[in-house]
């Protein structure tokens, strides 16, 4: 059957900050451009999650008046606080300057995509939630020509359903790709177009993320407390975050670098146990848990970020990997990368007919922009955490403070998949069974966030291989995916005869890539579910 097209001078995969931030420039430069974005989510905002502390210093750019058009920027930072934890105790440290959040805001993010996107329409964008991009077009001569939304109502099988609808082919004469971290489709570009040649493997980290609503008497709005140290070991990178904003809602989350060695590892369970530390379940203690999430962060920085043009397209936002993990910010980098592209791209436009052709001006734009700047200045303070706790810490000081982020070395990332080590040579750790008040197990938490798939449709989490789950990762490295999935997705259970097999529960899947990512085998292939599935974050 053919299928319907439509046809647009740019396409955007990916309705989160850059994608949004790539439309409105466009627009604002060239208002006769036709623009269409496509969200895999129910909504805009529907998969997006985030700490959140925002810097507006890319919105500011993008749309200046923007207290006036009434973006939901209404908790402005307060007071910050750093500390390191022991098992009892909390030690204040000097917040380092790169930490410091005079001038920004508490917010949540899915709140604020919601009105970008309002923005975005305004100016004429389309913009299309539900609609999963599947499949990436060519040209015949090789360079990508716009995406293709997969079809609906396909059950288990494979076979149409009296539901069914096929996919629509957007066509385009430049397509953007912001789909987040570790893009479906962005990985098959890097392998079309070898554009990770000559840069560092991406590097991750998993946060879990839970929104709480406690007693007034314990909030203080715009409160940013940031913690290192316990419940992580000395060796495994992981902090967490606290944030106080509107309407006693408090944002707390941890997260895990995903270079960790250890197969017995949960980072869901590490966070689980973290909300027990004095410090933090005083604020918890009487309140109730509002929601919860999970998502992949690139953590790599400048040395991980791969060629970002194509013929055809560009690659921007998390999904190419601009996140400041000093920072702990990535959502104005985000956005400056989608203003950037735009900018290259009216640029293309401005010259002549650019279907097909590559943007280089943009990685020209990116190279001079405050943005090259701020990633150049905090690339070696991550790598420097591989060699453990202390010497991330102590490297972190040198750096910033006698360096000032400009030592004449760069250090490099190493694939996280490779770092697991084997089950037999790892501790094994007891963690505390949930008390469902202020500690819950996977499925409670799976359920407030809302997660949704039809069941009956082609399981989105591909083996490459069936056999690898028991043949090998269950020998080896007790299958880690029963741990590292903070959803329940993957379990071993027996069969009729008594034999283990990985049991994989799809409908739980909240879009983490975690799977995708620390499989030590990289057996797990994540693509995208029928549109519309996934988690439906409120407030988050």
Known sequence: MT????????????????????????????????VCVIEKGSEVGAH????????????????????????????????????????????????PPQMHNRGNY?????????????????????????????EILYSAGGAVMGVATGDMGVDKRGEKTAAYQQGIELRAKQTVFAEGCRGSLTKVLFEKFNLRWGCDPQTYGIGIKELWEIPAEKHEPGLIIHTVGWPMDAKTYGGSWVYHFENNLVSIGY?????????????FEEMQRFKLHPSIRKYLEGGRRVSYGARAISEGGLQSLPRLTFKGGVLVGDTAGFLNTPKIKGNHTAMKSGMLAAEALVEMFRAGDPAGQECMAYRQKFESSWLREELFCARNIRPGFHWGLWAGLLYAAVDTYLLRGRAPWTFRNHADHDCLKKAAQMPKINYPKP???????????????NANHEEDQPCHLQLKDPTVPVRINLPLYDEPAQRYCPAAVYEIVQNERGEPRLQINAQNCVHCKTCDIKDPTQNINWVVPQGGGGPNYSNM
Request: glycine letters at 8%.
């Open 48 to 95: 997006l999650l985030s700490g959140a502390v925002f810097e507006p210093r890319a919105l500011n750019e993008l749309i200046p008046d923007w207290k006036d058009r009434g973006a939901p920027l209404t908790v402005p930072a307060r007071r910050d606080r750093f500390l390191f934890l022991t098992e009892r105790f909390a030690i204040p440290l000097p917040t």
């Open 3 to 34: 299928r319907e097209i439509m046809s647009y001078d740019v396409v955007i995969v990916g309705a989160g900050p850059s994608g949004l931030s790539t439309a409105i420039r466009l627009k604002q430069l060239r208002p006769d451009l036709s």
């Open 255 to 267: 997260v895990v670098g995903l270079d960790y060695e250890n197969p017995h590892l949960s980072p």
């Open 435 to 449: 008390d469902g008040v202020l500690t819950f197990d996977r499925l409670s938490s799976v359920f407030v966030s």
């Open 106 to 134: 508490i917010i949540s993010l899915g709140t604020f995509a919601k009105w970008l996107a309002q923005q975005a329409e305004g100016l004429g964008v389309e913009i299309y939630a539900g609609f999963a991009a599947a």
